[in-house]
C-alpha cells in the first residue's frame, strides 16, 4: 500500500516569508498526489493535486508543489506567506483508480506577524 | 449551498453507550468516506461507499458500523464505544471516488470523547 511522510510536523514562520512543507511518498504503483489545507475548526479543502504531465502543479491561494518521481516527494511552497495561511496542511496520495486515500500526519503551519 | 453537514459537532459519551454520528451531503454525490484525525497520525479512512448499498472498509475500521441506505446520508454508527475512540471525526463526500479529477468535499468535524 501507499503511504505518506510529512517531514516536519511544525513550521513557524515569520509574515512574508517564504515556506516549504515538505511531503514524501512510496508507492509500488503510480499515484495521484494532492494536498490538503485545513483551518481551524473546519474540515480540509483541496489545495491542489497532481494527475499527470507538468510536475509544477499551481493550486489556490498562491501555493504551488513540485513533483519529483526520481524523489518520490510533493514538496508544496509560497513565496510570500500571510498571517491567513495559517493552518494544517496535509498531504495525500491514493493509487490510480483506488478509493484509498492515505493522508500525510500533517504539518502546522504558523505565520508570525 | 453544496456542503456536507456533520452532527453532532461535539460529543461527549461513556464506554459502551451506542452512539451514531450522522453525515449527509446535499450534492447527489456518489461516494462517501469517514475518517478520523489523530495527532501525529493525520487522517486515516474507517469506511467508505461507492453508492448506495455499497460499502467498505477502510483502514481502521474495527469498532465501527456504517450504512448507505440513502444516497445522501452516511451515518457512523459506534455499538460500544471505548476511549481509543476518542477522535476528530470527518466525513466526506465526491461525486466519483475513483475518478482523480474529482475532490473530495469535508464536513466540518465531530469531536468525540469517549470516557
Known amino acids: 500500500a501507499q503511504s505518506v511522510t510529512q517531514l516536519d510536523s511544525q513550521v513557524p514562520v515569520f509574515e512574508e516569508a517564504p515556506v516549504e512543507l515538505r511531503c514524501n511518498y512510496s508507492s509500488s504503483v503510480s499515484v495521484y498526489l494532492f494536498w490538503y489545507v485545513q483551518y481551524p475548526n473546519q474540515g480540509l479543502q483541496l489545495l491542489l493535486k497532481?494527475?499527470?504531465?507538468?510536475?509544477l502543479v499551481k493550486g489556490i491561494n498562491g501555493f504551488e508543489a513540485e513533483f519529483n518521481k526520481s524523489q518520490t516527494s510533493f514538496h508544496l511552497r509560497k513565496p510570500s506567506v500571510h498571517i491567513s495561511d495559517t493552518a494544517e496542511y496535509f498531504c495525500?496520495?491514493?493509487?490510480?483508480?483506488?478509493?484509498?486515500?492515505?493522508f500525510g500526519a500533517g504539518t502546522r503551519l504558523t505565520v508570525k506577524p | 449551498e453544496a456542503q456536507v453537514t456533520q452532527n453532532p459537532r461535539y460529543l461527549i459519551t461513556v464506554t459502551g453507550k451506542k452512539l451514531t454520528v450522522t453525515c449527509s451531503q446535499n450534492m447527489n454525490h456518489e461516494y462517501m468516506s469517514w475518517y478520523r484525525q489523530d495527532p501525529g497520525l493525520g487522517l486515516r479512512q474507517i469506511y467508505y461507499?461507492?453508492?448506495?448499498?455499497?460499502?467498505d472498509k477502510g483502514d481502521v475500521p474495527e469498532g465501527y458500523k456504517v450504512s448507505r441506505k440513502e444516497k445522501r446520508n452516511f451515518p457512523l454508527i459506534l455499538e460500544s464505544p471505548s476511549p481509543n475512540q476518542t477522535s476528530l471525526y470527518f466525513c466526506?463526500?465526491?461525486?466519483?471516488?475513483?475518478?482523480?479529477?474529482?475532490?473530495?468535499?469535508f464536513g466540518s468535524g465531530t469531536q468525540l470523547s469517549v470516557l
Open positions: 495525500a496520495v491514493r493509487r490510480y483508480n483506488n478509493n484509498d486515500m492515505r
Open positions: 497532481y494527475l499527470s504531465g507538468s510536475t
Open positions: 466526506a463526500s465526491s461525486s466519483r471516488g475513483w475518478t482523480p479529477n474529482e475532490k473530495l468535499f
Open positions: 461507499s461507492m453508492n448506495v448499498e455499497v460499502t
